[in-house]
């Protein structure tokens, strides 16, 4: 928001209060209202967080209640449950478009302030700041440590220093503990997951990324037209899915053969498959940004001259927008690798990932390794956005804009 | 040899027509502007000569050879229409230098190196940049990157180019002179140009003939004299010049051979045509005197009060109310006037001009004013 609409207010002798209700409230109304309804949507489809937290003293939501079903013996009452996700994710997203679709036309909110005006806190300044950045650390970083903490505590609760133990990282499996699981430093399966996760997600992120450029590139060109709407819309289909129910809608395609479609369940194609679909809309968004804003002429001028397409790709279009590009294939990348409701209906137990052999240790109750594993996954996103950063300047939050 | 000649060549968007049968014919070595407000067309109709936007219907043919035809289903991509295109926004690529932008294009057609360099050299000579060769886009100043791209644009040897408003982002000083480097380019490199603006001032000082579109369809296609001393329409009478033309909607009085009277309010004058009078008393006219055309003369019967004046030096526009007309005069040298001030007026020259006075305001005659 331009901050000379609220000098304009203050030149018109308008109080604080003034501006705030009748100025900026009415100005970033259909935002609060969008986040709101966003935040609804992705708790509503959320299956990580109610399974983890909800588990131990049976709480149940309808993402969880939906995954026993599918397991057990009625699948059946499970796929309504997951129409049903759909059908509210479906609404939520026309009902966010009803609300920043009007005709008071709020084109500032993407972000982009001209005009900053600075507003003096005087004494308020230093508790203010504290206060932010304590919260800040109890809702990042404390719970990492916590994290870190409760994988070497072998009893849970006993914090006496006897009590810790490197065993859930390195040990080499007792009987007393967890069945004889080794640690996962030393865990065959975990290194699988891990292997799993890398693989499927540097693959997810390769297609997603690629299909993200190209269709960026067909939209922002056709931009305007019936087709290249249709596809826009289209790309962006995925993303009002919940990934849950996109996860048993793919269940019930490829769990036995149909016609031509194979029989994929349990397969890593399965997964390859629809970590892309999913997360096409991201890298799609991200090519048609860096599109739109490369614009027609640059490409033209070498059109003209008769550089072939091929040609114009590799050292006019990718060259000039790589960061945003790459931003494209980081994002599918980083969103997969975090990932669990989308692959936990379709994984079989030589495609384990590292989130879903997550899920089983905590739902077998042995939190130490589901600890451990979590950091693990937390280092690997860490430091792979961190590479990445480093050598090519790109990062996810430069793809969406 | 590329000589350019469009068959009612139609682009639709929708439901609405951005350029409506046009038909146009550009002479070899000509330098052609499209003019026209924003939104005309114009710079749709140059970008299917390029082959950059397909024509919905029409035939686009370059040095004889049949480049689009809707009817034959012929569409030759443009890197095959051996054209030049000049961008608005320059569309240099900023990750290349300066010599390479200008050398992309060659390299592309499989020159050998030696002969690259030389023309590379050439044309930085021509266009005075030789010593930014190594930088890039983002590190020169507006003028430059326009240099860049037009040295870009003549590396591969066309013998059409077209720009699309080139001098549009550049400021006010700095296009005056790039105007005059255009037209010495037009010359020395002996190729047909084609020209896109809206600003009226470039298109009468640069061009050959002009091409006048509204809404999509051709207005009048003149030389620059003629479209400004004839023009074919009120629009176009309006659109061209600055100050503008003074445009005053009156009645016929009485027709008397090639001498109508005309009714200004109150009063009325007489307009003696030089050719052909074709109206008839009682008709509502609208009459064109140009601003230069409008004398102060203390002999003048007709009398009108200063309403405000806008002296540059050169010369000085100044706002009349004439009998509750609005009319503007040019007066030339370093002069000012009293606002609210009487003075007397006289109309000269015979090429005032008297337009029909419906929506279309074809011109009707020309002649002079007493």
């Not at chain 1, 004494?123 to 870190?148: D, E, H, Q, R």
């Not at chain 2, 295109?85 to 300066?98: C, E, G, I, R, S």
């Not at chain 2, 040897?157 to 700095?174: R, V």
């Not at chain 2, 109150?266 to 140009?290: H, S």
Request: hydrophobic share 45%; net charge neutral; aromatic share 8%.
């Amino acid at each position: 928001m331009d901050a000379n609409l609220e000098e304009a207010a203050q030149l018109l002798h308008a109080t604080r209060l003034q501006i705030i209700q009748k100025i900026t409230l009415p100005m970033v109304k259909p935002a609060i209202l969008s986040t709101f309804l966003l935040a609804f949507s992705s708790s509503m489809s959320a299956f990580a967080v109610p399974a983890f937290l909800g588990m131990p003293v049976r709480y149940q939501v309808l993402t969880t209640q939906m995954y026993r079903t599918l397991q057990g013996l009625n699948p059946g009452y499970g796929y309504l449950m997951a129409l049903m996700l759909i059908l509210i994710g479906v609404s939520i997203m026309l009902i966010n478009q009803k609300v920043l679709d009007n005709r008071k036309a709020y084109t500032t909110i993407t972000g982009k302030s001209s005009n900053v005006s600075l507003f003096n806190l005087r004494g308020l300044k230093n508790p203010l700041s504290y206060f932010l950045v304590v919260g800040l650390l109890c809702i990042t970083i404390v719970p990492l440590i916590t994290f870190a903490i409760e994988s070497f505590i072998v009893e849970p609760g006993n914090y006496a220093l006897s009590n810790f133990s490197t065993v859930f990282w390195t040990g080499e499996g007792a009987v007393d503990i967890a069945n004889g699981e080794p640690g996962i430093l030393r865990n065959r399966s975990v290194f699988n997951g891990l292997y799993n996760s890398v693989v499927l997600s540097l693959v997810c992120a390769f297609f997603a990324g690629s299909l993200g450029i190209l269709g960026g590139y067909a939209i922002a060109r056709k931009k305007g037209t019936w087709l290249s709407e249709t596809v826009n819309h289209l790309t962006f289909f995925p993303y009002l899915l919940p990934s849950m129910a996109m996860g048993a809608i793919y269940l019930s395609v490829f769990a036995v053969p149909h016609g031509p479609i194979p029989a994929l369940y349990g397969t890593f194609a399965v997964l390859v498959l629809i970590g892309t679909v999913k997360y096409l809309p991201f890298a799609t968004k991200s090519g048609i940004n860096a599109m739109l804003q490369l614009g027609g002429q640059i490409e033209e001028a070498a059109l003209i001259m008769g550089v072939g397409w091929w040609k114009r790709m590799t050292r006019i279009i990718i060259p000039i927008q790589k960061t945003s590009f790459l931003s494209g294939y980081l994002l599918p990348y980083i969103s997969c690798m975090r990932e669990l409701s989308l692959f936990i209906l379709l994984i079989s137990p030589s495609t384990a990932v590292l989130t879903t052999m997550l899920f089983q240790y905590n739902e077998k109750g042995w939190n130490q390794y589901a600890n451990a594993i979590n950091l693990l996954i937390v280092v690997v996103v860490l430091l792979s956005n961190y590479i990445i950063n480093k050598l090519t300047g790109a990062s996810i939050d430069k793809g969406i804009g | 040899m590329p000589e350019i000649i469009l068959k009612n060549v139609t682009k639709m968007y929708g439901k609405s027509a951005a350029v409506n049968q046009l038909n146009l014919n550009i002479p070899d070595h000509s330098f052609i502007t499209l003019l026209g407000p924003s939104g005309c067309g114009k710079t749709t109709t140059l970008r299917m000569i390029a082959g950059l936007e397909t024509p919905t219907s029409g035939e686009i043919s370059i040095g004889g050879q049949v480049v689009f035809s809707s009817e034959q289903g012929i569409d030759v991509p443009p890197e095959k229409r051996n054209v030049g295109f000049l961008f608005q926004n320059y569309a240099l690529w900023p990750h290349m230098t300066v010599l390479e932008n200008i050398t992309f294009g060659l390299e592309n057609l499989k020159w050998p190196k030696d002969k690259i360099k030389e023309r590379a050299d050439v044309l930085m000579k021509m266009l005075k940049i030789t010593e930014y060769g190594t930088r890039y886009p983002a590190e020169l100043s507006g003028g430059q990157q326009q240099r860049v791209a037009i040295a870009r644009t003549l590396a591969t040897g066309p013998k059409t180019l077209f720009m699309d408003e080139p001098l549009s982002n550049l400021d006010a000083k700095l296009r005056m002179e790039m105007r005059t480097e255009l037209k010495r380019l037009h010359m020395e490199t002996d190729s047909t140009f084609v020209y896109v603006t809206h600003d009226q001032l470039e298109a009468m000082t640069l061009s050959t003939r002009i091409c006048l579109i509204k809404e999509g369809l051709l207005q009048q296609y003149a030389p620059p004299l003629t479209v400004y001393n004839e023009p074919a329409n009120t629009f176009v009478a309006d659109f061209i010049g600055s100050p503008n033309i003074n445009l005053l909607h009156v009645k016929v009085q009485s027709v008397n051979d090639k001498t109508a009277t005309l009714q200004l309010h109150d009063k009325t004058i007489q307009f003696t045509a030089t050719g052909e009078l074709p109206i008839a008393a009682g008709q509502e006219v609208v009459l064109g005197i140009r601003p230069e055309n409008v004398v102060l003369d203390q002999s003048g019967e007709l009398l009108a009060q200063i309403y405000s004046t806008l002296p540059s030096g050169m010369e000085t526009v100044v706002r009349l109310k004439l009998n509750g007309f609005n009319l503007t005069e040019v007066v030339f040298g370093s002069v000012d006037f009293k606002v609210n001030e009487e003075v007397h007026l006289k109309i000269k020259s015979d090429k005032n001009l008297l337009f029909a006075g419906d929506a279309e305001g074809k011109c009707l005659a020309q002649g002079s004013i007493y």
